[in-house]
């Protein structure tokens, strides 16, 4: 955990050049956020190119730096045409499910990476479920509790509208990259079952409460 790949890099590089158009031309960024009422009237590009703009330098720096430290673990696992095709399903899972959820809300917006990175941690915890993270660089914690607590916490900011924060594209991202994942390396079910389990508890429990009308 921790090293660079160049697909990494490519992705990296292309978020920030992006996402600096996007800071600089508000025309830029306007036509090609996540935005419900657009994306209804035919511009489905939106779903994909909202992934590559942020609000600012700090989410910007906060998407690529968790990107920087879980990337390797999957491109190692599954290589780079994988790691991509990851990346990618995570990023489209995560505006589907925005689009789900906020399919009759034509003014709701988002921008971000988020979903895209949340599917990569979710794949990388897949895969190493032993990895600890240092939590304030000085308490060890399992990755697969930040994991499960991060989404979570979506489910509670879905619910609440908590900040002007994409928790749905958080969410699905997760989505994505937990089923692509598992598609890539199906014997995960019989190596891992524990962490398969786990990592699915807040996915089942997102679709009973909105079953429920409860979200």
């Given at each position: 955990?921790?090293?660079?790949?160049?697909?990494?890099?490519?992705?990296?590089?292309?978020?920030?050049?992006?996402?600096?158009?996007?800071?600089?031309?508000?025309?830029?960024?306007e036509r090609y956020k996540?935005?419900?009422?657009?994306?209804?009237?035919?511009?489905?590009?939106?779903?994909?190119?909202s992934g590559f703009l942020h609000v600012d330098i700090s989410?910007?720096?906060?998407?690529?730096?968790?990107?920087?430290?879980?990337?390797?673990?999957?491109?190692?696992?599954?290589?780079?045409?994988?790691?991509?095709?990851?990346?990618?399903?995570?990023?489209?899972?995560?505006?589907?499910?925005a689009l789900f959820f906020h399919k009759d809300e034509p003014y709701y917006s988002a921008v971000g990476a988020s979903g895209a990175v949340t599917g990569i941690l979710y794949s990388a915890i897949l895969l190493r479920?032993?990895?600890?993270?240092?939590?304030?660089?000085?308490?060890?914690?399992?990755?697969?509790?930040?994991?499960?607590?991060y989404l979570l916490y979506s489910?509670?900011?879905?619910?609440?509208?908590?900040?002007?924060?994409?928790?749905?594209?958080?969410?699905?991202g997760a989505i994505g990259g937990y089923a692509a994942t598992l598609l890539f390396n199906p014997d995960l079910v019989f190596t891992s079952t524990l962490m398969v389990i786990l990592l699915a508890i807040p996915i089942i429990i997102l679709f009973v409460m909105e079953k429920m009308g409860k979200i």
């Amino acid at each position: 955990m921790g090293g660079i790949d160049i697909v990494t890099l490519i992705i990296i590089g292309a978020n920030v050049l992006i996402s600096f158009k996007g800071f600089n031309d508000g025309t830029f960024f306007e036509r090609y956020k996540f935005a419900i009422g657009a994306i209804n009237s035919g511009q489905k590009e939106r779903m994909l190119t909202s992934g590559f703009l942020h609000v600012d330098i700090s989410h910007l720096l906060f998407n690529m730096v968790t990107l920087y430290f879980f990337a390797d673990v999957v491109v190692r696992g599954f290589g780079e045409p994988k790691f991509l095709i990851i990346y990618f399903v995570s990023l489209l899972a995560g505006s589907l499910l925005a689009l789900f959820f906020h399919k009759d809300e034509p003014y709701y917006s988002a921008v971000g990476a988020s979903g895209a990175v949340t599917g990569i941690l979710y794949s990388a915890i897949l895969l190493r479920p032993d990895m600890t993270l240092m939590l304030y660089f000085a308490i060890p914690i399992p990755a697969y509790v930040l994991g499960i607590g991060y989404l979570l916490y979506s489910i509670y900011g879905m619910k609440k509208r908590l900040g002007n924060i994409g928790h749905t594209a958080h969410f699905g991202g997760a989505i994505g990259g937990y089923a692509a994942t598992l598609l890539f390396n199906p014997d995960l079910v019989f190596t891992s079952t524990l962490m398969v389990i786990l990592l699915a508890i807040p996915i089942i429990i997102l679709f009973v409460m909105e079953k429920m009308g409860k979200i």
